[in-house]
């Protein structure tokens, strides 16, 4: 019976671990903190947002984002509802995001310590790595209080973001440590930081809006929903689904821009139109009273700055040019992007483990034979709604399988 070894109790370790027992492996698995899961607690506010209808391709992101593609065809979707609903689970589904019907997180890991429990997985809490290494085909991982041998090795030990939940990207250390080549690390699915001055006054305001995300002329990214402006810049589902591109640009010392679409309902060549009924209709208002209905007032101060327009003058005295700053600042309410928050307030990271050197199929080292990869350790991170627990989930098992495997 192989012995495999998982450093790492979160989502990606803990299906490791029991995939690798179901296959027939002694496991043991190590885990820092005092308890497993800890990260998956927080997922989705609370409730764990454990995966997504929509699998496209382009939900995934990474320096080889190909590596995903046969990796997902392995242990997908179906194969992640069988998965947790043969384990307990009653599927929520919140158009095409799915959750725990409980709605509760904790109850995804309580089945997941279950499994390990039934399966006979040791779970080694407390206990930090301190080195590992490989002798004659033996793996050796040394901590404070003990070295555990075994004859395959998963590294899921999480990446940077997140600190609070012990993520602390030790395992970059380890996995470089075996030879493995690491593209930096960097905070995503995080806020974005501007220097303007005007966030003081927008702070607190939620808006509908299409963001898109510029270096130059190049468009990064572009995502719509509910934007959150903060006193340091951005916020928001479609700030974050953005962020990576940015903060990658903002790495490569690359100016970013992010310019907003306050008015996302129309199509851009109907908002003349659009604002040229309004000021019919309201020619007898001021241009503040213009805005009120559309706009909160701070944002429509804000707005009527931007377009060097008093805000006493009457709609109805507008000039062409006027009418033509207020559409332009209306739909392209631009915010230079200075940095983005840390990985304390990330909810994942880019970059890892260089997937050029692991095995797509397997997760296994390229360059180390019986050690694998799994989770955020590799380069590849998902956006908002389920993907990277997706990932989790597939890499995981596809980890634990194959780890347990004899080789002829």
């Given at each position: 019976m192989k012995h495999v070894l998982v450093v790492g109790g979160g989502a990606a370790g803990l299906m490791a671990a029991i995939s690798a027992a179901r296959?027939?492996?002694?496991?043991?698995?190590?885990?820092?903190?005092?308890?497993?899961?800890?990260?998956i607690l927080v997922t989705g506010n609370g409730r764990c947002n454990l995966t997504n209808r929509d699998q496209a391709l382009s939900h995934y992101r990474g320096s080889s984002p190909d590596f995903i593609k046969s990796a997902l065809f392995a242990f997908g979707l179906s194969e992640t509802l069988d998965f947790f609903q043969e384990l307990g689970i009653v599927i929520r589904d919140r158009k095409g995001y799915l959750y725990p019907y409980s709605d509760q997180a904790s109850a995804v890991v309580d089945v997941l310590r279950?499994?390990?429990?039934?399966?006979?997985?040791?779970?080694?809490?407390?206990?930090?790595?301190?080195?590992?290494?490989?002798?004659?085909?033996?793996?050796?991982?040394?901590?404070?209080g003990w070295t555990y041998e075994g004859d395959a090795l998963i590294l899921a030990a999480g990446s940077c973001a997140a600190p609070q939940t012990g993520s602390d990207g030790s395992g970059f250390c380890l996995a470089k440590s075996m030879g493995h080549s690491i593209i930096k690390p960097l905070p995503a699915l995080v806020?974005?930081?501007?220097?303007?001055?005007?966030f003081s006054k927008l702070k607190g305001l939620r808006m509908e809006a299409h963001v898109a995300l510029f270096s130059g002329k190049e468009l990064l990214a572009e995502d719509t929903g509910e934007v959150q402006f903060t006193e340091y810049g951005l916020s928001g589902i479609p700030i974050f689904q953005v962020s990576r591109y940015g903060v990658k640009a903002l790495e490569e010392r690359r100016e970013v821009w992010a310019v907003l679409n306050l008015l996302p309902f129309l199509k851009k060549e109907d908002a003349p139109d659009f604002l040229e009924k309004r000021i019919q209709t309201g020619a007898h208002k001021s241009a503040l009273q213009l805005l009120t209905g559309l706009f909160p007032k701070s944002m429509a101060d804000c707005l009527l700055k931007r377009a060097e327009i008093k805000s006493n003058k009457r709609a109805g005295e507008l000039t062409r040019e006027e009418c033509e700053r207020l559409r332009s600042a209306c739909i392209s309410f631009e915010v230079r992007i200075s940095a983005s928050n840390g990985?304390?307030?990330?909810?994942?990271?880019?970059?890892?483990?260089?997937?050029?050197e692991v095995e797509s199929?397997?997760?296994?080292?390229?360059?180390?034979?019986?050690?694998?990869?799994?989770?955020?350790?590799?380069?590849?991170?998902?956006?908002?709604?389920?993907?990277?627990?997706?990932?989790?989930?597939?890499?995981?098992?596809l980890a634990g399988v194959h780890s347990a495997q004899t080789k002829k």
């Open positions: 296959a027939g492996a002694k496991v043991t698995l190590l885990e820092q903190n005092k308890q497993v899961g800890k990260k279950m499994e390990t429990e039934q399966q006979k997985v040791k779970l080694a809490l407390n206990t930090r790595v301190e080195r590992i290494f490989e002798e004659k085909g033996r793996f050796f991982v040394e901590t404070p806020q974005l930081r501007s220097e303007d001055l005007i990985f304390d307030r990330a909810q994942v990271c880019c970059g890892g483990v260089d997937t050029r199929k397997t997760m296994e080292s390229k360059r180390v034979p019986g050690l694998y990869f799994a989770g955020e350790l590799l380069d590849i991170d998902g956006a908002c709604g389920g993907y990277n627990l997706q990932w989790a989930w597939t890499s995981g098992y």
